[in-house]
């Protein structure tokens, strides 16, 4: 088979992975606090700050705040350090092509080496995601480096006596100092990134392997893409679906809606075209049976159309055949009104 671009492994400036000289059941452990989690869908605001701040003052009373937060535009990669206590602001740009998962990471690995050139004994480290601290939790120092080095700096925080806790507090709930970690995160990731009170630092960090994985996806999917976008072929399919993706958590398409789709159906106008109708017409109205018109204006189908309106009414989108056969949230109706008609198409 021909291929179509080669990607090489030195393209992406991959991190090693370094085999830790301390062996896991020696390592100390993290020790992470998921006990806020039960507000992540609080609906109201204020009570998910006061709840964080209340567990913050009832448990950690003579703690560090170490605000920690990541971001990431289409340009630029940053993470930001929030030490309330010492009202210290750190931003960090990190390579531009890492992960937000890394950019937390990071953040995180920033706040405990502060800690390792400090005097403080009791330190919590903050930060609203929950993917991240998962990461740490599991410890697999395969996947991620940077997994790795948050371990082994904890570990030697602890064996030196101080007292580390990470904790989950929830985003954009107005938690003052999770805010400044954010803006700080943000300003990583500007143009110009300057400010009288923040320490700007650029750190230059390798990507990890799922990190490379997923660009190299996307420069295949991109690939096959630009093909797609410019052929002259299935004019039609590009109406519901403009660019490709792989994503295999989409919502499953049947064939039959790919079929009404691309209009290679057994509805009369397309089986004319194959010579297998005499005339292409409906039936009961007596003009071209087309998808459109199958789905939208035959007479024949009224009722079972009735039916597919109501359940769909809720969505407040246009009923036209466009959107019902592109919209994946229209599809299961779609399909109960084709199974409704009894056609086999
Ligand atoms: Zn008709």
């Known amino acids: 088979m021909a291929t179509k671009d080669t990607v090489s492994p030195d393209t992406f400036n991959i991190n090693p992975i370094n085999i830790p000289n301390i062996p896991p059941w020696i390592l100390h452990k993290t020790n992470i606090d998921l006990s ?152 990583s990731t500007m143009r110009s990134p300057t400010h009288p009170e923040v320490a700007y630092n650029s750190a230059v960090i390798q990507l990890c392997y799922s990190e490379a994985c997923s660009l190299i996806s996307h420069h295949c999917l991109q690939l096959w893409n630009d093909e797609y976008i410019h052929t002259r072929r299935a004019i ?18 049947p064939a039959t809606i790919f079929r009404l789709r691309a209009g290679y159906c057994r509805l009369h106008s397309h089986l004319y075209k194959i010579s297998l109708h005499p005339d292409g017409l409906c039936d009961t109205c007596g003009i071209p049976e087309t998808v459109e018109h199958f789905l939208i204006q035959c007479s024949n189908y009224a009722e079972v159309r009735h039916t597919l309106q109501r359940s769909i009414q809720h969505l407040d989108i246009n009923f036209d055949w466009i959107t019902l056969l592109k919209n994946t949230r229209t599809i299961p109706s779609v399909i109960a009104f084709l199974q409704q008609t009894g056609r086999a198409l």
């Open 236 to 253: 039609t399919y590009k109406l519901f679906c403009p660019v490709m993706d792989t994503n295999r958590t989409k919502m499953h398409i």
């Open 36 to 187: 806020l989690t039960h507000i992540l869908h609080s609906q109201n605001p204020e009570i998910s700050k006061r709840t964080a701040l209340y567990h913050l003052q009832e448990n950690y009373p003579d703690f560090v705040y170490m605000y920690t937060d990541g971001s990431k535009t289409a340009e630029k990669t940053g993470s930001g350090v929030y030490i309330q206590q010492y009202n210290i602001k750190l931003t960090f740009e990190i390579n531009c092509r890492s992960s937000v998962l890394s950019a937390e990471l990071y953040a995180i690995l920033s706040a405990l080496h502060w800690l390792t050139i400090s005097s403080i004994c009791r330190a919590v480290i903050l930060t609203d995601s929950l993917g991240a601290l998962q990461s740490i939790n599991t410890a697999d120092w395969r996947k991620h480096g940077l997994v790795n080095k948050i371990v082994l700096v904890n570990h030697e925080l602890l064996y030196r006596g101080m007292t580390v806790q990470f904790m989950w507090i929830p985003a954009h709930q107005g938690i003052p100092g999770n805010s400044t970690a954010d803006f700080l995160a943000k300003l």
